[in-house]
C-alpha cells in the first residue's frame, strides 16, 4: 500500500500500513542520515530503530531529568489506565509540618518508573483522538529518553506518535481563533515534534511555524514589561508551562527558540507569576485551577538564570520554605518594590512584600466588575467579581466595558490604585485600592461625584474565598475576616461606631460576600472599608468617627467631601477624599489640604504624617 508520509501530505491510511509499509513510505529531509534511510525503505524496523537512538543521542543536549515537565498540563486526563501510571510515576506528595523528617522511602530511577508509563501511553494512544497532553508525554518521552527505551516499547509509541503528530500539524487554527494558552501549547507540540522527528520531510519548516507561533503567544498577552493582561490570568500556568518547555526543549537541540528581547520578557512574565503566587502554589485570580506554580516557577528561576539577588528568586525561596512548613528567615529591608501595574494588561498588584506571608492585592479591571483577590498572611480573604450596584432614584448605572486605571503610586510606604468609570454627564465612580506596608491595613472604598442632586445609594460586595469567616465586635459595628493564620479587623467608617447610633446603611455577610450599603440626598458619597491585619492589634481597643470637613469656615455638605478618624490601640488615622474641586484648601480635624485623596497617620503632636497623598 502506498501513502506518503510526512508533515507536508495528509495523513489518511496510516493506520492500515503493516510495520514495514509504515517505513518504506516515510518521507525524510535531505539531511537525514543515509543509513537511517535506507533501513527505512527496506521496512527494517529493529535496525532503523537502532540508528533513531543512535542519531538522537549525538543530536540531543543535556542530562536526563528528574520528572516529566509535561505533567504540570496535566489538567485534561481523563483515561484511568494513564492517570493510574502518572500517579505511579510521580505519586502526590503532601507537605510536611515544622520538624516533621522526611520520607526515608525513595522513588525508584527515572529510566524504570517511565516504563509503566510508556506502556500506558501505548494502550492510550490506540484511541481515535489522543488527548492532548497523551501527545506531549508521548513526545517528551521519546526526545530525552528515546534511546534509553527498549525497541518493544519504543516502536509502537514513535510510530502511534508521529501519526498523531503529523495529523496535529494540518489542523492549526489562525492565531485569533482560539485563547493564547492553546496557541502555546499547539506551539510546544509542533516544536517538540519537529525535534523528535527531526528527519521526517517538513520538520524544518514546522520547526519555524511553531517558532513563529511561540513568539505569538508570548508577546501578544503580554505588556512591554512581561505584565499578563488581565485576561490570560485564569490560565496563566498553561500559557506560562508550555514557552518554558519549549524553551528548555530547544537549547537541549541547540536552538534558540527566543530572540533576546523576547528571552526577557518571558523572564519577567515569570517574575510576575511569582509576585502573584501564593504558598499553595495557586496563582491570584485564577479561578480555582488546581496547577501547582511553584514547580514552574522555580524551573523558570533556573532555565532563565535569575541570580540570587534577584527578588523573585528570593520570593520563590521564602515560598517553598512555607510549603515545607519552615520558618522563614526575617525579611530585608524592600530595595526593589514587589509591586506592579500596567493600564495596557488591565492589572494592578499591590503587595507588602516579598515573603510567602506578605499581603498582596491583585485587581484585574478589564470586565464590566473589577476582580479582586485579597490575600494576608499568604492565606485568600476576598476572591472574585467585586460587584458594584449605584442607583439615582430608581434608576441603576449602568457600568461600562472595563474601568480605567487613573492614579497608581508605589512608595516604601504604601501601594495606591484608582480606578474610574465615567457615567453620563459628569457622573464618575471611582474604586480606591490603598495597601499599607508600615502600618499594615487596607482601603477599600467606592467614590460616586458628579450624580445628579437627588437620592443616591451604593452596593458593593466584596466576595469571600473559600473557608474565609465573619463574625462580628462585641458592642460595636466592626468585624472579623479571617482565614486560618489570616486575621482581620474591618471597619465601615461611615457607619456609626456605636450600634446605639441609627444608620439606614448596612455593612452584613449575604451569600459569602461581605455586603456595605450606603445612601445619601446629594451629588456623591464615599464609601470606605478600612482591614486591618497588624498582628499586634489584633486585641486593641478601637473606634471610628465621621469629621467635619470645612472650605473658607463653611461646613462642606457630604457630598462635597468626606473624612474619617480611625484609632486602632495607641494608633491613629485619618482618610480625607474630595467629591468635588475645592477653591481653597480645606481643613479637616486640624489637617488643611488642597488635595483630593489623603490617608495619613496622626503622630504624638497630632500632625498628620502622609501614607498617601493624591492631588486633585
Not at 75 to 89: K, M, P
Not at 394 to 402: H, K, P, R, V, W
Not at 564 to 582: C, E, V
Not at 592 to 603: E, I, K, Y
Amino acid at each position: 500500500m502506498s501513502a506518503e508520509l510526512s508533515f507536508r501530505t495528509p495523513v489518511t491510511v496510516s493506520a492500515l500500513l503493516t510495520e514495514g509499509e509504515f517505513l518504506q513510505n516515510l518521507q525524510f529531509e535531505s539531511s537525514a542520515p543515509r543509513e537511517l534511510v535506507a533501513a527505512a525503505q527496506a521496512g527494517d524496523v529493529t535496525k532503523f530503530g537502532r540508528l533513531w537512538r543512535l542519531h538522537l543521542r549525538q543530536r540531543r543536549q543535556g542530562s536526563l531529568p528528574k520528572s516529566l515537565l509535561s505533567l504540570w498540563s496535566r489538567s485534561d486526563v481523563q483515561d484511568q489506565l494513564l492517570l493510574r501510571a502518572i500517579e505511579t510515576f510521580q505519586p502526590a506528595t503532601s507537605p510536611r509540618r515544622r520538624g516533621q523528617k522526611p520520607a526515608m522511602k525513595r522513588l525508584p530511577p527515572f529510566a524504570i518508573r517511565a516504563q509503566g508509563l510508556i506502556k500506558a501511553l501505548i494502550e492510550s494512544e490506540r484511541s481515535p483522538e489522543p488527548s492532548a497532553l497523551q501527545t506531549l508525554l508521548a513526545l517528551e518521552l521519546l526526545w530525552v529518553m528515546g534511546d534509553r527505551i527498549p525497541q518493544r516499547f519504543w516502536w509502537p509509541l514513535w510510530r502511534q506518535t508521529l501519526t498523531a503528530e503529523l495529523a496535529l500539524s494540518r489542523a492549526i487554527a489562525p492565531y485569533h481563533e482560539a485563547r493564547h494558552d492553546t496557541h502555546a501549547a499547539v506551539g510546544e507540540w509542533q516544536l517538540l515534534g519537529s525535534l523528535v522527528f527531526a528527519e521526517i520531510k517538513g520538520a524544518t519548516a514546522i520547526r519555524r511555524q511553531a517558532t513563529k507561533l511561540l513568539g505569538q503567544s508570548l508577546t501578544t498577552p503580554t505588556d512591554s514589561d512581561g505584565t499578563p493582561h488581565a485576561e490570560l490570568l485564569p490560565h496563566f500556568t498553561d500559557w506560562l508551562a508550555p514557552l518554558l518547555r519549549s524553551s528548555l526543549w530547544s537549547q537541549q537541540a541547540g536552538h534558540s527558540l527566543f530572540d533576546p528581547d523576547e528571552q526577557q520578557l518571558l523572564s519577567e512574565a515569570a517574575e510576575k507569576a511569582v509576585a502573584l503566587c501564593r504558598p499553595d502554589g495557586r496563582l491570584a485570580l485564577m479561578n480555582g485551577s488546581p496547577t501547582n506554580a511553584l514547580p514552574i516557577l522555580t524551573f523558570a528561576a533556573d532555565i532563565l538564570n535569575w541570580s540570587n539577588a534577584n527578588p523573585s528568586r528570593t520570593a520563590l525561596r521564602s515560598l517553598a520554605l512555607h510549603a515545607a512548613g519552615q520558618k522563614e528567615t526575617r525579611p530585608s529591608a524592600i530595595s526593589v518594590m514587589p509591586s506592579n501595574q500596567s493600564d495596557w494588561a488591565r492589572l494592578a498588584v499591590l503587595k507588602s512584600g516579598w515573603t510567602a506571608g506578605s499581603a498582596t492585592v491583585t485587581v484585574a479591571h478589564h470586565q464590566p466588575l473589577p476582580q479582586l483577590d485579597v490575600t494576608i498572611a499568604g492565606i485568600p480573604l476576598i476572591h472574585g467579581a467585586w460587584e458594584l450596584d449605584v442607583r439615582m432614584g430608581d434608576t441603576g448605572l449602568e457600568l461600562a466595558d472595563e474601568w480605567s486605571c487613573v492614579c497608581w503610586e508605589s512608595e516604601p510606604d504604601a501601594d495606591y490604585a484608582e480606578l474610574q468609570m465615567e457615567g453620563p454627564g459628569k457622573l464618575r465612580v471611582e474604586r480606591l485600592v490603598l495597601l499599607s506596608r508600615k502600618d499594615q491595613f487596607l482601603l477599600l472604598a467606592d467614590s460616586v461625584s458628579g450624580a445628579p442632586h437627588g437620592p443616591l445609594a451604593l452596593q458593593s460586595r466584596f466576595p469571600l474565598a473559600p473557608g474565609a469567616a465573619v463574625s462580628w465586635e462585641t458592642r460595636l459595628r466592626a468585624g472579623r475576616l479571617e482565614h486560618g493564620a489570616a486575621k482581620t479587623r474591618f471597619l465601615p467608617l461611615e457607619l456609626p461606631c456605636d450600634p446605639v447610633h441609627s444608620t439606614p446603611n448596612r455593612c452584613e455577610l449575604r451569600e459569602e460576600a461581605l455586603v456595605l450599603e450606603q445612601q445619601c440626598y446629594g451629588q456623591g458619597l464615599l464609601a470606605p472599608l478600612i482591614i486591618d491585619f497588624h498582628p499586634d492589634r489584633r486585641k486593641a481597643l478601637i473606634d471610628w468617627k465621621k469629621l467635619t470637613v470645612s472650605e473658607s469656615g463653611r461646613v462642606c455638605p457630604p457630598d462635597l467631601a468626606a473624612g474619617y478618624r480611625w484609632r486602632i490601640g495607641a494608633d491613629q488615622f485619618l482618610l480625607y477624599r474630595s467629591l468635588k474641586p475645592a477653591k481653597m484648601p480645606r481643613a479637616v480635624l486640624g489637617h488643611h489640604t488642597a488635595n483630593g485623596l489623603v490617608v495619613g497617620r496622626f503622630d504624638k503632636q497630632g500632625d498628620v504624617e502622609p501614607v498617601v497623598m493624591v492631588e486633585e
